[in-house]
């Protein structure tokens, strides 16, 4: 019983670390993005905003398979 409400109270601060990277995501020039290395000028993507991409896909895979955990655990 203990691994449902670990995966419960996993599942609660995963949503919310999702929540807070997307929210963190930028526009066009503004937010995480616009503190990067390149000017957009030049034609490329930020290494920030790159790895904020990079982390904001690992974090949502990790909520997903531990949604499934739950269901299988319910």
């Known amino acids: ?3 449902l409400q670990i995966s419960a109270v996993l599942q609660v601060l ?3 670390a999702v929540i807070t990277l ?3 995501h930028s526009g066009r020039e503004a937010g995480m993005g616009g503190l990067g290395f390149t000017p ?5 993507t930020h ?3 790159r790895n904020l991409t990079r982390l904001t896909v690992v974090v949502a ?3 997903t398979a ?3 955990a739950l269901f299988h655990l319910l």
């Open 40 to 44: 957009h000028s030049q034609g490329g």
């Open 1 to 3: 019983m203990p691994w």
């Open 22 to 24: 997307v929210l963190m």
């Open 66 to 68: 531990n949604t499934v």
């Open 61 to 63: 895979v990790i909520l």
């Open 14 to 16: 995963l949503c919310a």
């Open 47 to 49: 290494i920030v905003e």
